[in-house]
């Protein structure tokens, strides 16, 4: 299964700490994610802020990479590309490369 890894980094000045319309975006995001996900098949392997770096890296995995192309065309998603500047990687287990080596 394809695993998308998502490095989202902010600037200071969109920190949603700080910035109130930040904020407003994130929290309706946040308070969709779960149903988005599940909306699209994809689950959450696991999420870190790294708030020093005003980064924050997502880690999900579907049965296929279009379904990472519909949850970032859903309105609460593209909102947030107002703020961050997004960067994806799509990965494997690695588990699933030792298959391939062998």
């Known amino acids: 299964m394809p695993i998308q890894i998502f490095f989202n980094r902010y600037s200071p000045e969109n920190d949603p700490l700080f910035n109130e319309s930040a904020r407003k975006v994130g929290m309706a995001y946040?308070?969709?994610?779960?149903?988005?996900?599940?909306?699209?098949?994809?689950?959450?392997?696991g999420s870190w802020i790294?708030?020093?770096e005003h980064l924050t890296?997502?880690?999900?995995?579907?049965?296929?990479?279009?379904?990472?192309?519909?949850?970032?065309?859903?309105?609460?998603?593209?909102?947030?590309?107002?703020?961050?500047?997004?960067?994806?990687?799509?990965?494997?287990?690695a588990e699933d490369a030792m298959k391939m080596l062998k």
Do not use: C, W
């Open 30 to 45: 946040i308070n969709k994610r779960g149903a988005l996900l599940e909306k699209h098949g994809i689950k959450e392997l």
């Open 50 to 52: 790294v708030p020093i």
């Open 57 to 93: 890296i997502s880690v999900l995995e579907a049965q296929s990479l279009d379904a990472f192309q519909k949850l970032m065309m859903e309105p609460e998603y593209m909102a947030l590309l107002a703020y961050v500047t997004e960067e994806t990687k799509v990965g494997i287990s």
